[in-house]
């Protein structure tokens, strides 16, 4: 039942790659810029078709969890040393979609485009833009050109982000592994949401 997920990775992929092939210059760019535009396109329409698929399958789940139906749930029960097995019939209620996912794929999906969507954005695609700006005349001086300004500019964000940590935990407030990831990604989100609306502006 996971073709449709599958079509629209695939999907996706073309898309990006018949972008990438259609307005970049793939004859004269490198092989790590062309696989990271396109991981990043990728990833970018795979978003687009995937939240259909998510929705529809999470919709399903909730009709049936309101209809107190899982579906074709088994239950046993013992009756004079014999086995009888229990089977719920289906609701007509809930009409299960073409493109039925199990549980886990979505939030494990969402996993990997989010943290390499993350990764790419915030360490990949700028060290590429730094290295291109360089005015250096070797690969080595305009990596190291590159290296140095990230470093310079994140160093300002881990400062502030140090700050409001401190900050956070004066109030009393509790750190764990999972409000810091939270807190990350969040920070990050509001950032790109500025930039956009700066951008637009």
């Known amino acids: 039942m996971a073709h449709l997920l599958l079509l629209a990775v695939v999907a ?8 990438l092939f259609r307005y970049g210059n793939i004859p004269r ?5 062309t696989l990271s535009v396109l991981m990043a396109w990728c990833f970018s329409f795979l978003i687009v078709f995937t939240i ?54 979505f939030p494990n999906l969402w996993r990997i485009i989010y943290w390499s969507s993350q990764f790419l954005t915030w360490l990949i695609m700028p060290l590429m833009q730094s290295y291109l700006k360089a005015g250096d005349f070797t690969i080595k001086g305009k990596l190291k050109s590159a290296l140095v300004e990230n470093a310079i500019y994140y160093s300002s964000y881990l400062f502030i982000c140090g700050v ?3 900050y956070i935990a004066a109030k009393g407030v509790s750190l764990d592994w999972q409000k810091l990831k939270a807190i990350a990604s969040s920070a990050s989100n509001t950032w790109g949401l500025f930039l956009l609306v700066l951008l637009l502006a």
């Not at 996706?12 to 972008?19: D, I, N, T, V």
């Not at 760019?29 to 810029?33: A, D, K, L, M, R």
């Not at 698929?53 to 399903?60: A, F, M, S």
């Not at 013992?78 to 886990?104: L, R, V, Y």
């Open 12 to 19: 996706a992929l073309l898309l990006a790659g018949f972008l």
């Open 29 to 33: 760019q490198h092989i790590i810029v």
């Open 52 to 105: 259909p698929l998510d929705v529809t399958n999470t919709l399903y789940r909730q009709c049936l969890q309101e209809n107190n139906d899982m579906g074709t749930s088994m239950a046993s029960e013992d009756f004079n040393n014999s086995k009888i097995e229990i089977t719920s019939e289906t609701n007509s209620h809930c009409q299960a979609p073409w493109g039925m996912i199990p549980d886990d794929v």
């Open 164 to 166: 409001l940590l401190i």
